[in-house]
């Protein structure tokens, strides 16, 4: 069995995005409905807004900076330490994602990453249209 075949079809959008087959006009609202499971650390404080955090590792692709992992397999995420994931989908992991910081997105021989200016502007894009 080829790599290709054994892609999800969200990782193979990516493959496309990368390749210059799909636009990024038509990738990122894939992106922004699709679910995804992502590192948590529960919170067990009932005082709290939310019951879990997301877990932040450094980043790969800036000196000092911090990213959140996410996948839509959990067989990419089993290398991170995690002992919970949480699923969800991309524009709400958008929205919750904490200030400067990147998304990394994992899958077996390749993967991308979402700047964090970028995850910005997905949030403030998202924001207007709720608004």
């Known amino acids: 069995m080829t790599e290709q075949a054994q892609l999800t079809l969200f990782q193979q959008q990516v493959q496309e995005m990368q390749q210059g087959e799909m636009t990024e006009q038509d990738f ?10 992502i590192p948590i650390r529960k ?6 807004e939310k019951d879990f955090a997301f877990i932040v590792y450094d980043s790969k692709q800036v000196a000092g900076g911090k990213t959140v992992l996410i996948s839509d397999s959990p067989e990419y995420l089993k290398g991170t330490g995690a002992t919970d994931l949480m699923m969800m989908k991309g524009g709400q992991i958008v929205e ?3 200030p400067d910081v990147e998304i ?9 990453g979402i700047p964090a200016q970028f995850v910005k502007q ?8 709720t608004e």
């Open 28 to 37: 990122w609202p894939v992106f922004l409905n699709a679910e995804f499971y």
């Open 43 to 48: 919170i067990e404080d009932s005082v709290v």
């Open 96 to 98: 919750l994602v904490y």
């Open 104 to 112: 990394s997105f994992a899958f077996v021989g390749g993967g991308f």
């Open 122 to 129: 997905l949030k403030d894009a998202i924001t207007s249209k």
